[in-house]
């Protein structure tokens, strides 16, 4: 059953993706006037087929992995009669080429953009990005961070969940120097710089937090209270932030668990804020019997992750579309480049493996999660296909942009051998992402 939920979120991305992109490339290229032959989504014998009153076919393919448009072209096509030439994509001017080539891209774009702005409209809760446990003699350590502190800016970038936490972090990979975190206790702000070097060039899914020695936080918040556990008889409520028990401070959940696990039966005093006052009441923690004999205690709480809730209006949300699709955008084109350098490893391309994994697991997440993983993936598809690579729209456009340059076209044998030497490059990298896979997921 799993198995069939990875398999139809990764299609049906797919199906989404590749229509929109496709779809790109069709309207442009009827609105400059090219005849389109095949609209085509998927690969292989048709499942589905129909043609419009302009000829052109729609094709839905076996095979869900990718998608094309097949324009009117005389090189390709001997029989082209002479008064249909003009519709014909190579012999529009180079410009319009360019459009029709970009046009797919952008389409993803757009789409990536629409998808934020929508989930930006419709709300979404985020985590409140907290400090947790900090490893001694870690980098974060020896910077001096302090658990329980509240992250406001990474390398001087304002961040306001997790997420945002983690994409800065990423375009710090292969970097030296040092990474630059804010933090917020009270009124006040403490910076703190940790130096790296090299940071995880070499690192396959690298574990960004615990290289710099710290982990996500989880504050002392009552998020639930157990029917008829020592907490409900105490009098705790949901959203009682515990400050400190036993006589012991406490900063972070672990904190208020390590304490109550070493209290079996023993009366505790429980200090803790309520609307922002103080309260003092008494517990005595339940004996809890481990799975391996040992007796722990048991107070009868939940924590309650520290979220805020992301909403904007009609315009804020658009422009927070705009600015998420431009994060991710630059972050790809970062990563890109790092490769290409060596500054960061290959081994981090996922495939299909890892995108089915991934996809199904947000779906059965949340429809949010989901529709901020098709709007990641819509970028993706957008910037790999303007990588100056014969077969991918960035190789049209690079054919387009020197003819306009030299006023010819390149031959058609030299645009032949490209292609077969693109096919081959695509085709390596898809083995070797396909290798990541197999290794990411059967490692040894």
Request: glycine residues 10%; hydrophobic residues 45%; without cysteine.
């Amino acid at each position: 059953m799993e198995l069939l939920i990875y398999v139809s979120a990764l299609v049906f991305a797919f199906l989404i993706l590749v229509s929109v992109h496709e779809l790109g490339h069709f309207v442009v290229a009827r609105r400059l006037g090219v005849k389109v032959l095949r609209f085509s989504v998927g690969f292989g014998r048709p499942l589905f087929k129909w043609q419009s009153k302009a000829g052109t076919d729609f094709v839905l393919g076996y095979i869900p992995l990718g998608g094309y448009i097949s324009m009117l072209d005389t090189r390709n096509q001997n029989d082209v009669p002479p008064e249909m030439e003009s519709m014909a994509f190579d012999k529009v001017a180079p410009w319009r080429q360019i459009l029709i080539a970009a046009a797919g891209p952008g389409a993803n774009f757009v789409l990536a953009i629409v998808l934020f702005w929508a989930i930006l409209m419709m709300g979404v809760a985020v985590s409140v990005p907290y400090i947790g446990e900090v490893d001694a003699d870690s980098p974060a350590h020896r910077a001096g961070l302090q658990p329980a502190e509240r992250l406001v800016e990474v390398d001087g970038v304002p961040i306001e969940n997790w997420n945002d936490v983690m994409t800065q972090l990423l375009r710090r990979i292969g970097d030296s120097g040092s990474v630059a975190l804010t933090t917020q206790v009270g009124q006040f702000n403490r910076d703190y710089s940790i130096p790296i070097s090299d940071w995880l060039s070499t690192e396959k899914d690298p574990m960004l937090l615990e290289e710099l020695g710290f982990s996500l936080g989880t504050l002392p918040v009552v998020g639930s209270v157990v029917a008829n556990s020592a907490a409900e008889a105490a009098g705790l409520q949901v959203g009682d932030h515990i400050v400190a028990i036993g006589g012991q401070n406490v900063r972070l959940w672990q904190d208020l668990v390590e304490i109550v696990s070493k209290s079996p039966g023993q009366e505790l005093t429980i200090q803790f804020e309520r609307n922002e006052n103080p309260h003092l009441v008494t517990a005595t923690p339940k004996n809890k019997v481990e799975a391996n004999g040992t007796i722990v205690g048991f107070l009868g709480v939940g924590p309650g992750h520290p979220t805020t809730v992301m909403q904007y209006g009609l315009v804020d949300g658009l422009l927070g579309g705009v600015k998420k699709t431009w994060e991710y955008t630059t972050l790809i084109v970062t990563s890109i480049g790092k490769m290409i350098t060596g500054q960061m490893s290959v081994s981090n391309l996922a495939g299909p493996v890892s995108i089915a994994h991934t996809a199904g697991t947000t779906v059965q997440s949340s429809f949010l999660d989901y529709i901020t993983l098709l709007g990641m993936l819509s970028v993706s598809l957008g910037l790999i296909n303007l990588l100056p690579i014969p077969v991918l729209d960035g190789g049209h456009i690079v054919y387009a942009t020197v003819q306009m340059i030299t006023r010819r076209p390149i031959p058609l044998r030299v645009q032949q051998i490209a292609s077969m030497v693109g096919i081959f490059f695509i085709g390596g990298l898809f083995i070797l992402v396909l290798f990541n896979d197999i290794t990411r997921f059967f490692p040894g």
